[in-house]
C-alpha cells in the first residue's frame, strides 16, 4: 500500500526567503509523484510531477521538486518566497498502475510574512 | 466548459437525510475520480469511472455512499442517511484517459447537522 506523509502541517517563511515542504513517500513499487496546490475556495492545481524521468522536475511559478529514491523523499522547494505563493500544498502519489488514483498527504499550509 | 464543474457549492443537510452531489468533468475527459476532504486532511480518493469499464469503488467508506456516470459525462454521488462523520468537502477530478493529469473541480462543502 501507498502512503504520502508530509512534515509539518504548517510553514512560515517570510518575502523572498526560501520555501521548502517536505514529502517523504511509501511505495511497494516506484511511484509517480505530484505536487498540487489549493488556494482558498478554489480546487487544486498542478505544481508538478515526478513519472520516472528526470529527477529534478521543475513546475509552475518558480516551484521544483527532487526525487530522491535513497530517501524516498519528493521535497518542494522555491528559491524565493511571494505573497501570493500562500496556499495550502499536497503532495500525493499513485501506483504506476491504470486506475492512477492518487494518495495524498494531510497538506501543508504555507504563511507568507511580509 | 473550461475547467470541472461542481454543484452545489455548499450543501448542508440534516443527520438522516439523503444528498446528490453533482459533477461535470471537462468535455472529452474519459476518467472521473470522487475524492473526499475532511478537515485538517488531505484528499481520500472514493470512486474512479473510466469510460464504459466498471468503476473502481474501493475508496467508497460504507454502502451508504454510491455514484453513478452516464457515459462520459456527467456523475453523481449519493449519501443516503447522512451522518455527521460525512461531513468534508467532496472533489471531482477528471483527466484526458487514465492516467493523465487530474483536473480538479472546487468542490462541494458538505455540513451534516
Known amino acids: 500500500a501507498q502512503s504520502v506523509t508530509q512534515l509539518g502541517s504548517h510553514v512560515s517563511v517570510s518575502e523572498g526567503a526560501l520555501v521548502l515542504l517536505r514529502c517523504n513517500y511509501s511505495?511497494?513499487?516506484?511511484?509517480?509523484l505530484f505536487w498540487y496546490v489549493q488556494y482558498p475556495n478554489q480546487g487544486l492545481q498542478l505544481l508538478l510531477k515526478y513519472t520516472s524521468a528526470a529527477t529534478l522536475v521543475k513546475g509552475i511559478n518558480g516551484f521544483e521538486a527532487e526525487f530522491k529514491k535513497s530517501e524516498t523523499s519528493f521535497h518542494l522547494t522555491k528559491p524565493s518566497a511571494h505573497m501570493s505563493d500562500a496556499a495550502e500544498y499536497f503532495c500525493?502519489?499513485?501506483?504506476?498502475?491504470?486506475?492512477?488514483?492518487?494518495?495524498f498527504g494531510s497538506g501543508t499550509q504555507l504563511t507568507v510574512l511580509p | 466548459g473550461a475547467g470541472v464543474s461542481q454543484s452545489p457549492s455548499n450543501k448542508v443537510t440534516e443527520k438522516g437525510k439523503d444528498v446528490e452531489l453533482r459533477c461535470d468533468p471537462i468535455s472529452g475527459h474519459t476518467a472521473l475520480y470522487w475524492y473526499r476532504q475532511r478537515l485538517g486532511q488531505g484528499l481520500e480518493f472514493l470512486i474512479y469511472?473510466?469510460?464504459?469499464?466498471?468503476?473502481?469503488k474501493s475508496g467508497l467508506p460504507s454502502d451508504r455512499f454510491s455514484a453513478e456516470r452516464t457515459g462520459e459525462s456527467v456523475s453523481t454521488l449519493t449519501i443516503q442517511r447522512t451522518q455527521q462523520e460525512d461531513s468534508a468537502v467532496y472533489l471531482c477530478?477528471?483527466?484526458?484517459?487514465?492516467?493523465?493529469?487530474?483536473?480538479f473541480g472546487p468542490g462541494t462543502r458538505l455540513t451534516v447537522l
Open positions: 469511472f473510466q469510460g464504459n469499464s466498471a468503476p473502481d
Open positions: 500525493a502519489s499513485s501506483y504506476s498502475g491504470s486506475a492512477r488514483q492518487l494518495t
Open positions: 477530478a477528471s483527466s484526458l484517459n487514465a492516467g493523465g493529469e487530474q483536473f
Open positions: 511505495s511497494s513499487v516506484p511511484p509517480y
